[in-house]
């Protein structure tokens, strides 16, 4: 199995790459790992131009040797090579997992809604340094890459109903685009970090009232983490939020799902897995 | 002539009101300004709940003594009273100038979905307060309110093509709801504030990919105020970013456009003035 590694939004640093293949040489000696370069370039807030970044995903999506695409890591710029980069894909980028979060939901929400692929919500290769976790966000990733490791998954999971996970702010984004996949019967799990929950709440609002997702099977919300202190306080808590919302929306909230931008966000393979 | 104060989203202070009379009373003898007890209401983040909130609003929108509703000010909340509020205004409401900005762009948006009465982008009463002016920008505001003064106008509306103003964050959240009003063949204004400069690269990835928006005549950018430091630093101006964008979107940039988060903030009725 040969893994392939690419960089749409922000730069790694180069000791990620050593430390995931050392990682995988240990737990997964059948898998190569390849890193694109571009990973480790930095141009202003990204990694890379905008036309380099497209290149490479494009080297890589489109290149039949790779059986998948692990995402290096979110930070901010995927959405800016979805217009280049999408009507390029070919038949080998139908053929792969695309695995990662965060602003990586801008590529993994497009490549759904065109159904290229297995696009697929789970930590990013970055999460290798982690100061709160050994290794075991990484591991869970490559274990569903690479073995299809049920243990990786979000528990609520039920193999019936279809479902796709983003981050709020990047759904939000989303939300009146053509990028933004058809989610009619999904469940819809969300997770939001470095938030004041007043924008928590407004993002909800945007939610419950986007015409495109008025056909939704239900919500379950993620971890809401590292919340930003605002005053006057917000006197609701998240749970009271999406309840709301949910009730304005006209679908049921569903319960907690385990992702979040934490050491133990879970796999979600969108669709039915 | 009549104007009513009430507040949608956060409360101000009673010092406002003696302040915002006063100064009426001085320029503008024949006015009388009614603020709703309601302006001074807390009720966690917000100016009392949702529900008395909107029937503050609903009380005075649909009074036929008033010609004009000023709004307090902006802040987090008037979103969340849309649902409740904008089916219950009657032929009273139909009458008169809503004035505002920032998150009142929720309310100025649905009122111009709905084509009731005239909503105006433009200083709301608490700005009364700012320690940067001495009261000219609340003066603006009744000049325009009053006596339709041109001089409170964006200097750009040329009395030809029809315009709105927003805050980006507001349109953002708007965009892809019921609430966001037909746009086309307008001159979309936009501004923001206390943003980091990916996140406005982000809403204007939005913006630009928005399917409701697409037959705008073109965009005119506002200042971006008290940008938020971040690291990397982002590489692009307001301007280039701004270019980008409605290259990809496919419209023209038109230049700059008088309104912010400032003292300077100018009025734009929306439509043909």
Redesign the interface.
């Known amino acids: 199995m040969k893994i392939a590694v690419c960089a749409p939004a922000g730069r790694i640093d180069p000791i990620v790459e050593p430390r995931i293949k050392a990682l995988a040489a240990i737990t997964f000696p059948q898998v190569e790992i390849v890193f694109h370069p571009q990973c480790f370039l930095?141009?202003?807030?990204f990694a890379g131009s905008d036309a380099v970044r497209a290149a490479a995903f494009l080297e890589f999506a489109n290149d039949p040797a790779f059986d998948a695409i692990w995402f290096a890591r979110g930070g901010?710029?995927s959405?800016?090579i979805l217009?280049d980069v999408m009507p390029k894909l070919g038949t080998a980028a139908k053929h792969k997992t695309y695995l990662g979060y965060s602003d990586i939901g801008f590529m993994l929400g497009a490549l759904y809604a065109a159904r290229i692929g297995r696009p697929t919500h789970g930590p990013v290769c970055s999460e290798i340094n982690r100061k709160d976790d050994q290794g075991h966000c990484a591991m869970r990733a490559l274990a569903w890459l690479v073995n299809g490791d049920k243990a990786s998954l979000e528990p609520s999971l039920d193999g019936k109903r279809p479902v796709a996970a983003f981050n709020l702010?990047i759904l939000?984004?989303?939300?009146?685009?053509?990028?933004?996949p058809d989610l009619t019967d999904h469940v819809l799990m969300i997770e939001e970090v470095s938030e004041p929950l007043?924008?928590v709440?407004?993002?909800l609002?945007?939610m419950a009232?986007?015409?495109?997702l008025k056909g939704i099977a239900g919500v379950r919300l993620g971890r809401i983490t590292d919340v930003i202190p605002?005053t006057?306080?917000?006197?609701?808590t998240p749970e009271q939020m999406i309840t709301r919302w949910c009730g304005?929306m006209g679908v049921p909230y569903l319960g907690p799902a385990d992702i979040a931008h934490d050491a133990a966000n879970k796999v979600v393979p969108f669709g039915v897995i």
Chains 1, 2 share one sequence.
């Open positions: 930095q141009d202003g807030h901010y710029g959405n800016r217009h702010s939000n984004a989303l939300i009146g685009t053509h990028w933004l007043y924008r709440d407004r993002m609002f945007q009232h986007a015409t495109q605002n006057p306080e917000f006197a609701e304005e």
